[in-house]
Each structure stands twice: as structure tokens, then as C-alpha cells.
């Protein structure tokens, strides 16, 4: 199966925990996504391109930290909106120590993710205890649905409240999974009996998350907006995914990458890496199941890392790093595989291709019809003598245009702190003219702005996919890798996104950028 070409579309990429609002606890919600996609729509932006949604690891703010491949992080429910929290006092009755961090939580001009989570945490176990126990039948039925991921995470979460995060020290039965098969049965009858009531909890709050996000699915379609996914190419060690199905994962070696644009010695992520054959054997059931709940999800979904599943940089403890699969025809094999099964699901799928990507891998791509990346900045003629930049007009229609990720500096940083002769190359390319030669270049104008993001809205490329910040020309950074910084991650807009309408400057841009949009051919 190949992709269907997509419709010339433009859209915009922003993470849902920036995506404030004057309700929400100090993070972005579920609910939020209804009023800023009535923005994108006065936009002309019609693509909602969300970083994952997955519930993060303990002491993790990188949404690509991954504590379970399905399960939502209860981070983005809105506590008001659960009946059972109203129904028991709501705010007012939080424990004054909650209430606190829900202030520092929603004053804090970054997200501040141990606060929020300090309050919501004390507003669910209130919203639990006046639930009933969470006997309704509309839980129950939610639950037998999604149990062919739910049960395993629900366990792990309860079995983690009781026994610590890192399931690598839990006593055998409940390490291993042999509950009641010797060495310490009773270990398995406090998972099933003792701690029956937290499993519970953990499912209905994914049953209120799986709720709210259906609701905000519907506000987004309103408007026309279509809301894509991101699926990271791997879980953190320490989630429900891999305690589940440790036959599928090396403990004793690390996913990275080789030097690239972003690290002159390589990355190393710090999560386990796939035992490719033991998961071909099996059919490649997990990447399948992931990819299920992506399509149930969302609209389309953005693959993470692509050329991982074409070959993976292993970083042993005790070795050399080297790829696997090693050989070439191996990795294209197996990467379209999985690309395939990805196609499968009917979703719309794009494929985040930057850093060292070979040749075969991209045109593994094209190929199959996947969009890559293309990214201005980048989009350069590398062998030829002096590496002319590639005017947007000639990039593939099959392809994201855009002018940065959220691992790039924002476009007015780049602009600003670029070598001379490539702003030179892109100013000639784009038309940007100054009067005062390349010294007035520097500073990032209104004009460069907007004649950087008319050219990307003039690509060949159906799709284009712009960040926020690039949208205004903001210099503000959503991560930086390889680095472990107090800003990563944390980054919110300057505006409650329900006060949108009632902001001079973003009914403006939101005014300019529509009349791009129709333009361009991309309304």
C-alpha cells in the first residue's frame, strides 16, 4: 500500500501543554484545542500537528519519554470538567497544599509541570472518591474495549503506587509477570485483590481522558480542523509497555543517534532498544497495536525518528555502537514493513526524516508516497559547489514544507545568528531586499518574516506545517536536544487561547495569514 496524496493544506504545529487557556491548571488542556482551533480556522489553518499525547515518565517533561504507547497523560484532563470533582466541592476543597500549586501552577509564565501535576493529582483522587467507585456502565463498557492495552497499564500503574517506578526492583513474580507461580505468590495476590481499587482508578482516568478528548475531537472538526498525532519511536524503560512485553526489548542497550546537525557526538536517548527479530517473528503485534490507537485517535499521525525503524543506532553499555538491522537491503525491508502497517490503518501518515537519513531510506519514502521534511534552512544542493539553497518551488509535492520542528531553534533565532553568506542566498532567494546591504539583513523584520513564510506557503509541497512561534516571529524555543535545560518543554503561549479573539495582534495575523492561505491555494 502506498499514501494518497494530500490536499494543499496549511497548518500549524504547537504542543497541547502550550496551549493554555484562563480556565485550565496552568497547562495546556484537552479542552483547549476547541477555542484555538476557532482561531486556526480564522487562520485558514486547517492541520492541528499536536507533539505526543502519551502519559510521560516520573520526573519526565519531554512528551517523548513515554511511560505507556497508549494511554493519555491525565496532565491534559480539565479537573473542572469532571462531574464527579464539581459534585465533590470542586477547588474549594482541594487540601490548602494543592491549592497553592494550582496557584503557582496557573500564575508561572512557563508550564510547570510538578505543580500542575501536584494539583490535579489531589483533584482526581477527590473526583474518584465521590465517583462511586467508578461503577458506571459507560466505564465498564470502555474498559472491556480497551483492554488489550488498558489492563497491563492500569496494573503496572497500581503495582508502581505501591511498589516504586522502577519495575526492574519489584519482587519476581511481579517483575517477571508469574503471579501465583511460586517464589512469592502472595505478591500476585496483592497485585489482583489488595490493589484492586487503584487499578481501577488508573482506567477511569483514562476513561475520562479517552472522554474529554473525544469531546475535543468534535470542537476541532467544527472548525474544520483535521488534528495529527506524533508517534514516538520508543517508550522509556521504566513504562507499562515494556514491563509487559520485556522479550521485545534490550535492557542492556540504549536507542541514539550518530553525529548530526543537532550533536557533533551523537545523541543517546536513554531508552531500550527493539529486539528486531523476536518482534518480526511476532508479526511486529506492538508496532500494530500502536499504530491502531493512533488511527483511532486522530485524523493522521506523524511518525517519530523514521529512520529508526529502518535501522536503529545502538549504543551498548560495554561496546561500539554499530545499526541494526546491519545491511542495507535488511533495513529497507523491514522499514517498509513497518511503514506498510502504518499505511494499513487508513490514516494519514507523515515521516519525521531529518538527521542521517540515507539516500535508500529516502527513497524508500518516496516510494511509498510518505511525506518527509522539508525544512528551509536545510533544503540545500550539499555536493554542489557552494551549496545553493533549493527554492521552495521545486521541493516534492509529497513532502511537509515547513520552516522548523520543535527541536529547531525558532526562525527568527536561525534568521538572526546564521552565517552571513546563507542569509545572503536565502534574502536573494525569497526577495527580501535591503538598501543597506547584509548588515540591516540581520534583524528580523515584519518584512523577512513574512517573506520567509510566503515562500513556504508558495512551496510545491501539499502539505506545510508551521510552528507557532514562526508564525508571529517569535524567538521563544520549544526544546533543544541533547541538552537537559529549565526551558525544554515548557514553553506556553503568551495568550489564553479562549481570549484569542479579543488579542489586536493575533486577529491581525490571523487576518494576514488567511489571505496567504488563499493565496496560495492552501484555504
Do not use: C
Amino acid at each position: 500500500m502506498t499514501a494518497p496524496p494530500f490536499r494543499r493544506t496549511a497548518g500549524v504545529l504547537v504542543p497541547l501543554f502550550s496551549m493554555r487557556s484562563s480556565g485550565s491548571w496552568g497547562v495546556g488542556e484537552f479542552r483547549d484545542m476547541g477555542p484555538f482551533s476557532a482561531w486556526m480556522r480564522d487562520a485558514g489553518l486547517s492541520l492541528l500537528q499536536l507533539l505526543p499525547l502519551n502519559e510521560m515518565a516520573p520526573g519526565q517533561n519531554s512528551p517523548y519519554s513515554a511511560l505507556s504507547s497508549a494511554a493519555f497523560d491525565p496532565l491534559f484532563i480539565s479537573p473542572d470538567a469532571i462531574e464527579a470533582f464539581a459534585r465533590a466541592g470542586g477547588v474549594d476543597a482541594l487540601p490548602k497544599e494543592a491549592r497553592d500549586a494550582l496557584d503557582v501552577a496557573r500564575r508561572a509564565p512557563l508550564v510547570e509541570f510538578d505543580a500542575v501535576r501536584a494539583a490535579k493529582r489531589a483533584a482526581f483522587d477527590l473526583a474518584w472518591d465521590a465517583s462511586r467507585s467508578g461503577s458506571d456502565e459507560a466505564f465498564a463498557a470502555f474498559r472491556e474495549r480497551e483492554a488489550w492495552w488498558l489492563d497491563d497499564y492500569a496494573l503496572f500503574r497500581a503495582v508502581a503506587e505501591d511498589r516504586g517506578a522502577d519495575w526492574t526492583s519489584w519482587p519476581q513474580p511481579l517483575r517477571e509477570r508469574s503471579f501465583g507461580t511460586g517464589g512469592m505468590p502472595e505478591e500476585g495476590k496483592v497485585a489482583r485483590a489488595m490493589l484492586g481499587e487503584r487499578i481501577r482508578f488508573y482506567a477511569w482516568l483514562q476513561w475520562i481522558a479517552a472522554s474529554q478528548w473525544a469531546d475535543a475531537r468534535a470542537a476541532a472538526r467544527e472548525q474544520g480542523v483535521a488534528v495529527f498525532g506524533d508517534v514516538p519511536f520508543m517508550v522509556d524503560a521504566a513504562s507499562a509497555d515494556v514491563w509487559a512485553r520485556q522479550q521485545d526489548f534490550m535492557l542492556d542497550a540504549s536507542v541514539g543517534t550518530p553525529p548530526d546537525a543537532f550533536s557533533e557526538t551523537g545523541q543517546d536517548w536513554g531508552v531500550p532498544v527493539y529486539r528486531w527479530p523476536e518482534i518480526a517473528a511476532g508479526d511486529f503485534q506492538w508496532l500494530r497495536m500502536r499504530a491502531r490507537r493512533a488511527a483511532d485517535l486522530f485524523d493522521g499521525f506523524r511518525v517519530d525518528h523514521l529512520v529508526g525503524f529502518y535501522r536503529t543506532f545502538v549504543r551498548r553499555r560495554d561496546g561500539e555502537p554499530y545499526f541494526v538491522p546491519a545491511g542495507e537491503a535488511e533495513q529497507i525491508e523491514q522499514g517498509e514493513r513497518i511503514m506498510r502497517l502504518f499505511l494499513d490503518t487508513g490514516a494519514a501518515v507523515t515521516a519525521e526524516d531529518l538527521g542521517t537519513v540515507p539516500d535508500a531510506v529516502r527513497a524508500s519514502l518516496a516510494r511509498l508516497g510518505l511525506p518527509g521534511y522539508r525544512i528551509l534552512r536545510w533544503e540545500r544542493r550539499w555536493h554542489d559547489e557552494g551549496q545553493p539553497f533549493i527554492h521552495p518551488s521545486a521541493w516534492p509535492a509529497a513532502a511537509v514544507a515547513t520552516s522548523g520542528t520543535h527541536d529547531t531553534e525558532a526562525l527568527a533565532q536561525w534568521w538572526e545568528t546564521v552565517e552571513d553568506e546563507e542569509r545572503r542566498q536565502v534574502a536573494e532567494m525569497t526577495g527580501i531586499r535591503s538598501s543597506h546591504g547584509t548588515s540591516e539583513l540581520r534583524t528580523f523584520t515584519p518584512d523577512v518574516r513574512d517573506a520567509l513564510l510566503g515562500s513556504l506557503y508558495r512551496s510545491a509541497s501539499n502539505l506545510l506545517i508551521l510552528p507557532f512561534q514562526d508564525l508571529f516571529g517569535w524567538p521563544d524555543r520549544i526544546n533543544t536536544p541533547a541538552t537537559v535545560g529549565e526551558g525544554n518543554w515548557r514553553w506556553a503561549l503568551p495568550w489564553p487561547v479562549d481570549q484569542l479573539g479579543e488579542i489586536p495582534e493575533a486577529n491581525t495575523r490571523a487576518r494576514e495569514l488567511r489571505d496567504l492561505a488563499e493565496e496560495t491555494g492552501r484555504l
